[in-house]
């Protein structure tokens, strides 16, 4: 996860959240929090797949997320 948003993670269809650092393969909501305070706002969504890696980079300042 990169940038300057305030919180960035990835969450599954079942719920399960994570914020970085090694996470199952599937499918996942990009949901990120752009300032602090502010309500969480789904951007995309993302495939991780098994020993890749998977860059999230997010402006504040353009309200948007790139997913390498």
């Known amino acids: 996860m990169k940038g300057d948003a305030a919180g960035v993670r990835l969450v599954s269809a079942s719920g399960?959240?994570?914020?970085?650092?090694?996470?199952p393969?599937?499918?996942y909501d990009v949901v990120v929090?752009?300032?602090?305070g502010a309500p969480p706002i789904k951007v995309?969504?993302?495939r991780v797949r098994?020993?890749?890696t998977l860059t999230?980079?997010?402006?504040?300042?353009?309200?948007?997320c790139k997913v390498n």
């Open 33 to 36: 929090v752009y300032t602090p």
């Open 50 to 52: 098994a020993g890749a």
């Open 16 to 23: 399960a959240s994570f914020s970085g650092g090694a996470v």
């Open 56 to 64: 999230v980079n997010c402006s504040s300042s353009f309200m948007r």
């Open 25 to 27: 393969e599937g499918v």
């Open 44 to 46: 995309e969504q993302a």
